[in-house]
């Protein structure tokens, strides 16, 4: 059996946008990232790269489709950035660029040896 992932928090970036969500869509989030921290294989209906290191979680909920921006740290870590309630086909590049903004705020603050004041558990555990 895979060891099941670890998920970080960020700053406050994804916990900021997971407060504004109604309860059902909540719930959603936690199913999905329950998903992926316990699914050896994750499908790109969950899990997806888009570019240098950044993956969009993708949660469907109705109509309703939210994306939430990670990166994947020493094998089995993923931290959560920010995340958004997605209204067109595409990912809007203005939301990409952020993500890769927070990854690298990210990595340097990890760098500096910073990171432990900017890590949290998952909301609901």
């Known amino acids: 059996m895979p060891v099941p992932r670890e998920i970080y928090l960020f700053k406050n970036y994804f916990l900021k946008f997971y407060q504004e969500q109604p309860q059902d869509v909540r719930m959603k989030i936690k199913w999905v990232l329950n998903l992926i921290r316990d699914v050896d294989l994750i ?7 888009m570019r240098d ?14 994306r939430i921006f990670c990166c994947f740290d020493e094998g089995n870590i993923i931290v959560l950035f920010h995340g958004f309630q997605k209204k067109t086909a595409q990912t809007p590049s203005r939301e990409i660029e952020k993500a890769l903004r927070i990854h690298k705020e990210y990595r340097e603050a990890k760098a500096k040896g910073e990171i432990a004041d900017f890590l949290g558990s998952t909301p609901g555990e």
Do not use: M, T
């Open 43 to 49: 499908s790109e209906k969950y899990l997806k790269h």
């Open 53 to 66: 290191g950044v993956y969009e979680i993708r949660v469907g909920l109705g109509k309703n489709i939210f």
